[in-house]
């Protein structure tokens, strides 16, 4: 084995063999926590230096060295963690007598969930910045169909016209729910654990709130047990990512059926699909399959994070150490489907014209029986009857609903539930009209294209101020990671004038 592996030897415990330190090691998952773990040491010994628990001369060595170190350095499979490897590596630039003072006032523990909430931070930027995207996406398409008649379901069967950009805002308005739930979490996200230690703080004098300065924290993590031995904000935002996830799998599925030739309702792009290795005619959803299987994922990495963390005592313990992998692989899974679905919408092909389809032609049988209510004063659990009994009527014969005479109409009133009527064949038309049907349900929130031109402008606006918050978020990392860089070159120019 490597030196490496005997910095935490020769103590209370002595050789440890190769295959277990293998079994226990994060080195895999924690190539992702490099950078930040590089960042906390240098804030680390810049407040130690401060503090004047180092001398100026051992801290700008040990920055100097820190700010040498490569962030994307591929780590030794062999190395237990993240920590000791900086440490190694940091040891080999200035020695072991100065290198070993990097560990002061510090534990892997406070380490190890600073460093997670630091790259989570910035996932949840990224991931917030697809999900406007996405939304944006959606938007612009949503404007070019917001009098593009297309059929909703309800039970997989056809039930009222609506419009295809009043099916787009229902996107919209999901995403908005999980974007909110991601700007939420962010604050309880951005809390610095460091000197919280193993468990208990630590004797040195330390400032903890210079440490959180540092690294672009909002505030401390105040309570040490509870800043090393908690994992919900993980288990939150994996929560989070299940709902987003449960959205993204329903919007592919939308897809996935409204593509298949029984619809005919979208097209996707070529690009995203696949043919049959057999079968030449196919034009298989490949991707949005793909899509909705991995957010199956998602949902099963929540559960087993969960599962992992409702049984452990309080403090920290190396279980945790194998939830954080699942948490890296949900955000990169609902991130990457997330461009995917957002590259499809803006290529989607639309059938204007879906409503000649036969299997369409009741989907406006709702407002013909409110249109008895309105004109002829019939109750509604009677009109409902009426035009019921009217449609199986049409069906038994082969007709469509275009062809409902106002004869038949009458007739079937009385005979299903006793009334004479006389309805007017202008008053039929007008009412099983799609385009009309669109048009009259103009109550807030509905189809018409005005209300939907109204939604889509609010919408718009909506995605702007999410986009002003985001670059306010990332600005203050910027801010913070700037302040850091300033302090280290400061002590790396101290210890060349002292040269």
Known sequence: ???????????????????????????????????????I??????????????????????????????????????????????????????????GGNLHIAKSRNDQVATAIRMTLRENLLDLMNHVIKLQEALIELAAEHTETLF??????HPAQPVTFAHILVSYVDALERSLKRLEETYPRVNLCPMGAGAIATTSFPINRNRTAELLGFSKVHENSIDAVGS?????ETSANLTLLAVDISRMAEDLIIWSAPDFGIVELPASFAFTSSIMPQKKNPDVLEVVRARMSQVLGNFLASATTMKAL????????QEIT???????????????????????????????????????TTTELANMLVKKYNVPFRTS?????????????????????????LNKTAKDSAGITLAVKLA?????????????????????????????????????????????????????????????????????????
């Open 1 to 39: 084995m490597k030196e490496l592996s005997k910095l935490l030897r020769g103590g209370r415990i002595g050789s440890a063999r190769k295959d277990v330190v293998e079994f226990t090691s994060s080195i895999k998952s924690d190539q992702k926590l490099l950078e930040a773990v590089i960042k």
């Open 325 to 363: 992998p699942k948490l890296w692989e949900s955000l990169e899974t609902v991130a990457d489907s997330l461009c995917m679905l957002s590259e499809i919408v803006k290529n989607l092909k639309v059938n204007k014209n879906v409503f000649s389809k036969p299997v369409l032609e009741f989907a």
């Open 427 to 499: 008053d039929i038309k007008h009412s099983v009209d799609p385009k009309k049907f669109v048009e009259s349900h103009k109550t807030m929130g509905g189809p018409a294209p005005a209300e939907v031109k109204r939604m889509l402008k609010n919408r718009k606006q909506l995605t702007s101020q999410s986009k002003m918050n985001l670059k306010e978020k990332k600005g203050m990392l910027e801010k913070a990671d700037n302040q850091l860089k300033s302090v280290v070159q400061r002590y790396s120019l101290l210890r060349h004038e002292k040269r």
């Open 384 to 408: 409902h009857r009426i035009v019921g009994a009217a449609v199986k009527t049409l069906l038994d014969k082969k007709l469509a609903l275009s062809e409902l005479t106002p004869e038949l």
């Open 41 to 98: 040491n240098q804030a680390h010994v810049t407040m130690l230096t401060e503090q004047k628990i180092i001398d100026s001369k051992m801290g700008a060595k040990l920055l100097q060295a820190l700010a040498e170190l490569d962030p994307k350095m591929k780590l030794d499979a062999s190395v237990e963690d993240v920590h000791l490897a900086v440490e190694e590596e940091v040891n080999k630039k200035v020695g072991a007598e100065t």
């Open 313 to 320: 005592p309080s403090g920290y313990n190396l279980d945790f």
């Open 231 to 235: 994992r919900d904000f993980i288990l």
């Open 151 to 156: 059929p909703s379901y309800t039970h997989l």
